[in-house]
């Protein structure tokens, strides 16, 4: 029959007139739907392995109390009669496509006690009882919803079923439920009903107007809820419901991976001092104790989610009856809704405060609108992300007895065992805070996936929360409660002492010369005949060399009158000339500033003009790049020329002041970020550098130092000058000479070097080509290998192992031009760093912070942008003191560098480079780190080097380095490590990427992608169907989504699908294809979401308009209907977030009261 002749509902102005029709089935609520759903798509329906909406409530006598059992078998009777949501069942109906509640009457059954189940077992030990109990909670198949079998009273005798047929206070009594008809407050309208029950023998009700949970889901389905509608879409249009909040998971939900269901919970007493303040403030200042937890939880998570203000999350509504009428009703009156705060961290805690009273006020008016319009209000959305993190405020008294006739009872132990593997977490995150009305007292539980979060994590979340309560309650006593939000802190006091042990740097030096000149004056005095550069088969001694300097000096002041701290620009190939013009220039006091000869004479003319220099050095191949307004010295000629000149004043140069405090060198940074930033470097910076480099022993007086950087790459002035500042030997190479890798390897081995300073890229690719050449003598004398610049790619660790070299030390280092080279070190462990490398510690008077955008220290493991402090922080930018103050920050009356770097520390004190925070973007609504899966990418072995873009605001692509891999196990890759939102579009595969002179990628030069070849997500390229199967579900999907066409390809999410659409896909397959009940899972249904898969997996199988108003509702005598919103939604809940996984016991939501009977 229609379900339009079963029933009937008529409308008037704020009135309501229900003709009844005696039905007994109408569509579920949508408490009931969401129920079912979660029960059939988050866990396997076909095989279930445990329950997660069993309900049972235990209770136990008095002492000396007794009952009847006769009796309570009547009571329990009349109970279920009067209350039809105890005998309903919820089944879906192929032909009206909907979930439908049906209300079980004795004529379906025959036999009363059908409509629900009594059982008697007996215990005689703990072990018995609590296996008993297990078995209550987990067992799945207890209960039957498509018979209406939702309720079962157990009763548990000690030893011996009672002869007497009398309950004594050793006995147990569960009453258990199906949560999709029942929640907490109906346990007490229950109980209210079987005491009424057992004392008269009867319950009064007038079947007529008595309202059932299935009138208020029918008139619930039909209510236009207008104004609710317009309320939830103004609050929500601009919230980005799929973006999820920046919480420290140790692990992601990978893109094919379900929850599993297993959580970990951590639990706290807020003890009788911190109870007290807050419900004293709460009362001083009538604030309700809810609202003032809500925007400590607000203000915690910002801090947790490292900054994040725009917060939204799920607000369970718990006792959702907001009509009178419906009190004394039993069944499912739950329901999720958004909670969302936009915050001001510059807010007060009572600014915030009045801003959550306002929205929890105006969202509570309309919390009985249902979570799945609310969905559907953004069908663009597949994910909704705010679900995944919930807050709950319960507040109760500890009335423990229950009166059944003159019986007492009160709830049994439920204190039976527990593994960890059992903790059941229904949201990814989440807190209740507990009020003990009686006690005063306050409690608080943290509730985390296990899927995302170690408990080691949950256990450092919660002391966080408890210090945050802390920091609240000493402002509330100390009145100072308006300081902004921003300035509450996360910080533990043990994570205090490692930031303190990270920058327990300081080292006293002995060497007391103050400039670089000096300290290479004074190698020259200690061993003058010691080979000081090498190129090819020319050498020059220290003796030799300081002559040529001294040379190139005195000109430089006598004819060229450079004065100290004047900028002296040169623009030379690698060649004596180079290491002679920088030493020269810094002898003569003057500031050395590298041109590279690569650059293009328009941009040489430009930077000579920032740095105002009137001199350049150059030699035969460069001197032509200069205009004629600059003034050029050839160095080489030069140097011919006045190599035989015996009248020049060498005492001339001891009148040279120069101080530790003057720039020694200015380098420009890379031009990609705008104009160049000319970098100004103290002598005392670079001194101090060196002395630290040394001190770790990465490079020490007697390496041999090849040259390999590029001039415009700081480096290079530390292997020059640092190299005879120490008193090592410099190895030069002939221009071109690092790129032609057999002269590079007979240079290294016949010169015996053994230190090694560059980029990674270059590394791997110059180990490659040791690897292919088998060319192992060229590394053997090699003690230090220095990476620098980039990424350190682990695979870098295989090759170098792979060459024999085990004794040669390997270096990641880090460090911006601006704190002078090298900032932090790590030595690599060739067997432990198999997945990332660290930047490790800062270098001896060095420090290191890690900070959020309020220069607060970030927590460990919380991404926070680098700021390098101590001996290397540089003077500024030349002529740019607006750059200057932005780069540089005071912290404790010392000077810090803003790096832009995001890093985060681990608990060992160790750096770990994230990415660059110009390098985080946001796509659809997802904030994406970039390097995060630029990491990913380099830990596939044959991945030499990798960048990832965003491109047209729409995709992500990724470029990599490799002549071993396919797009296809990229993309296979990516899936098993990232989360979806993380996983690029595009994959271009390129033999190597292009890089800038400074040996780094450069972006700028990567090919555009090619879009119209590539099948992304949402199908720019329409694919249409290629078999009979695949043509049979393109129609039944044109048909519900009302399109013409759908790509077979299609993610049915991206087109406004849902998960209740999946359970309606569910059975039109079955009816469809004639498919036999446990042949196909909606599991899999939604794991895998287009028409391609579905066509695969069925293949497989073969082989409401209603006004608001406070007039009474009444019943409408149907037996079926719709379920409940509240019920939808823990049915949709169980069926989506959790997968089928067979090994874990999961019970979302069972929830076991016990009582004893009293005597």
């Known amino acids: ?141 207890l209960f039957d919803l498509t018979q209406g079998l939702v309720f079962r009273c157990h009763i548990i005798y000690y030893k011996q079923i009672s002869s007497n047929s ?131 939880y607000f203000i915690f998570l910002y801090k947790l989610a490292n900054g994040q203000t725009d917060l939204c999350l799920a607000m369970n509504i718990n006792n959702n009856r907001y009509r009178d009428e419906l009190k004394s009703i039993i069944g499912l009156f739950e329901n999720v809704i958004p909670l969302r705060c936009q915050l001001d961290p510059h807010w007060c805690f009572h600014q915030l405060l009045e801003h959550i009273q306002e929205i929890t006020t105006n969202s509570m008016k309309y919390s009985y609108f249902p979570l799945q319009r609310i969905l559907n209000q953004h069908p663009h959305i597949s994910k909704h992300a705010f679900l995944d993190t919930s807050l709950e405020f319960i507040s109760y008294k500890n009335n423990n007895t229950v009166m059944i006739g003159d019986s007492q009872l009160v709830p049994g132990s439920s204190s039976f065992n527990i593994n960890e593997d059992e903790i059941l977490s229904v949201f990814d995150f989440s807190l209740s805070i507990h009020h003990d009305i009686n006690m005063d007292q306050l409690s608080c539980t943290i509730n985390a996936s296990f899927d995302l979060f170690n408990r080691q994590t949950v256990e450092k979340i919660s002391q966080r929360f408890h210090f945050i309560l802390n920091q609240l309650s000493a402002s509330m006593i100390d009145n100072q409660i308006n300081k902004s939000i921003y300035e509450l802190s996360l910080i533990l006091s043990n994570e205090q002492y490692l930031m303190q042990s990270l920058n327990n740097t300081q080292i006293s030096f002995p060497s007391p010369l103050t400039c670089i000149q000096h300290e290479f004056v004074y190698q020259v005095m200690k061993h003058p005949q010691k080979l000081a550069v090498e190129l090819d088969e020319q050498s020059l001694t220290y003796c030799e060399l300081v002559y040529y300097v001294q040379v190139l000096s005195l000109t430089l002041l006598n004819e060229y009158h450079v004065i100290p701290g004047e900028i002296v620009c040169q623009c030379v190939e690698r060649s004596f000339s180079m290491v002679i013009g920088i030493m020269g220039i810094e002898m003569a006091g003057g500031v050395y500033c590298p041109l590279s000869p690569r650059d293009p004479q328009h941009r040489l003319h430009g930077l000579t003009q920032q740095t105002q220099s009137r001199l350049v050095l150059v ?64 002598h005392k910076n670079f001194i101090d550098c060196m002395h630290s480099l040394a001190y770790i022993n990465s490079l020490n007086k007697d390496d041999t130092v090849v040259q390999m950087t590029r001039c415009s790459f700081d480096i290079h002035v530390q292997e020059i000058l640092g190299t005879l500042l120490l008193g090592g030997t410099l190895i030069m190479l002939h221009p071109g000479g690092t790129i032609d890798f057999d002269y590079l390897s007979k240079v290294l081995n016949n010169k015996q070097t053994t230190y090694l300073h560059t980029v990674p890229s270059f590394l791997h690719a110059f180990f490659i080509s040791i690897e292919h050449n088998k060319n192992i003598n ?176 729409d995709y992500l692509v990724a470029y990599v380095q490799s002549s071993h891999i396919n797009e296809e196990q990229l993309q296979q890759h990516c899936q098993s490590h990232l989360p979806p939102h993380m996983i690029p579009s595009i994959f271009i595969i390129l033999d190597k990427l292009p890089l800038n002179p400074n040996g780094k990628v450069d972006r700028k030069q990567l090919p555009s992608p090619h879009f119209s070849s590539i099948h992304l997500t949402n199908s720019i390229e329409l694919l249409l169907p290629t078999n009979d199967m695949e043509i049979s579900i393109h129609h039944i999907w044109c048909e519900i989504f009302k399109l013409n066409q759908i790509s077979v390809d299609t993610n049915i999410f991206t087109i406004g699908g849902h998960s209740l659409l999946i359970m309606q896909l569910f059975h039109r397959y079955k009816i469809e294809f004639h498919l036999e009940t446990n042949s196909l899972s909606i599991s899999n249904l939604f794991q895998h979401p287009t028409i391609i898969h579905h066509a695969q997996l069925i293949q497989q199988s073969i082989n409401t308009i209603l006004t608001l108003d406070d007039y009474p509702w009444s019943s409408l005598h149907l037996i079926q209907a719709k379920a409940s919103f509240a019920q939808e939604r823990i049915y949709l809940d169980e069926q989506i977030r959790f997968s089928s996984n067979k090994t874990t016991m999961n019970n979302m939501y069972v929830i076991p009261l016990l009582y004893r009977i009293s005597s």
């Not at 006769?70 to 009777?77: E, G, I, S, V, Y």
């Not at 035969?620 to 190599?643: A, M, Q, R, W, Y």
């Not at 220095?786 to 660790?797: K, N, P, T, W």
């Not at 740019?880 to 520390?905: H, N, P, Q, S, W």
């Open 619 to 682: 030699h035969d191949l460069t001197k032509t790049k200069f205009s004629h307004d600059i003034v050029v010295l050839d160095i080489g000629s030069f140097l011919i020329i006045n190599e035989l000149n015996k009248d020049m004043d060498y005492n001339y140069l001891s009148s040279v002041t120069v101080r530790s405090e003057e720039i020694a060198y200015t380098i420009f940074t890379s031009g990609s970020t705008g104009t160049p930033k000319a970098v100004q470097v103290r």
């Open 1 to 141: 029959m229609n379900l339009r002749t079963q029933y009937r509902t008529t409308f008037k102005i704020n009135i309501i007139v229900v003709i009844i029709y005696h039905c007994d089935i109408a569509p579920a609520s949508f408490a009931q739907a969401r129920i079912s759903v979660d029960e059939r798509i988050r866990f396997d329906p076909d095989n279930p392995k445990t329950a997660i909406y069993n309900m049972p409530f235990v209770y136990r006598l008095q002492p000396d109390h007794t009952l009847s059992i006769r009796q309570l078998h009547q009571a329990l009777q009349l109970t279920v009669n009067k209350h039809s949501s105890l005998h309903t069942s919820l089944h879906f109906d192929i032909e009206m496509n909907q979930l439908m509640q049906r209300v079980i009457t004795h004529e379906d059954t025959n036999d009363n006690n059908n409509m629900f189940s009594i059982i008697e077992t007996t215990y005689e030990t703990d072990e018995q009882l609590n296996e008993i109990l297990h078995n209550e909670k987990c067992n799945p198949h």
């Open 166 to 296: 009398l309950l004594s206070d050793k006995d147990l009594l569960i009453f258990n439920f199906h949560h999709a008809l029942f929640d907490f407050p109906s346990m007490n309208i229950f109980l209210h009903d079987l005491n009424q029950a057992y004392t008269t023998g009867q319950l009064l009700y007038d079947d007529n107007t008595y309202l059932r949970y299935l009138d208020y889901a029918v008139i619930e389905q039909q209510m236009s809820m207008s104004g609710a509608s317009m309320f939830w879409l103004d609050v929500l249009h601009d919230c980005k419901l799929d973006q999820p909040l920046s919480l420290p998971f140790d692990r992601y939900r990978l893109s094919n991976e379900h929850r599993t269901g297993r959580g970990t919970c951590i639990s706290f007493d807020f003890g009788q001092d911190l109870s007290h303040d807050f419900l004293t403030h709460a009362s001083l200042n009538n604030i309700s104790l809810e609202h003032l937890i809500f925007a400590v």
């Open 778 to 953: 060229a590394v053997k004398h090699l003690r230090s290998i220095c990476s620098i610049g980039e990424a350190f790619v682990v695979y870098l660790i295989d090759l170098i192992v792979k060459t024999g070299i085990t004794s040669c030390i390997v270096w990641n280092l880090y460090g911006p031009a601006e704190t002078t080279i090298v900032s932090t070190f790590h030595r690599v462990d060739l067997i432990e760093d198999t997945r990332s490398v660290s930047i490790g510690r800062p270098l001896p008077n060095y420090r290191c912070m890690i900070m959020n955008k309020y220069l607060q220290l970030s927590v460990n493991a919380q991404e926070g942008e680098l700021l390098v402090g101590g001996a290397g922080v540089f003077a500024g930018y030349l002529e740019r003191y607006d750059l200057t103050a932005k780069a540089l920050v005071e912290i404790d009356g010392e000077l810090f560098y803003r790096t832009g770097d995001l890093v985060t520390m681990d608990n060992n004190g160790l750096l770990h480079y994230q990415g660059r925070k110009d390098h985080q973007i946001k796509l659809h609504g997802q904030r994406i780190e970039l390097g995060e899966i630029e990491r990913y990418l380099l830990s596939i072995a044959s991945i030499s080097a990798c960048v990832v873009m965003k491109w047209n605001d």
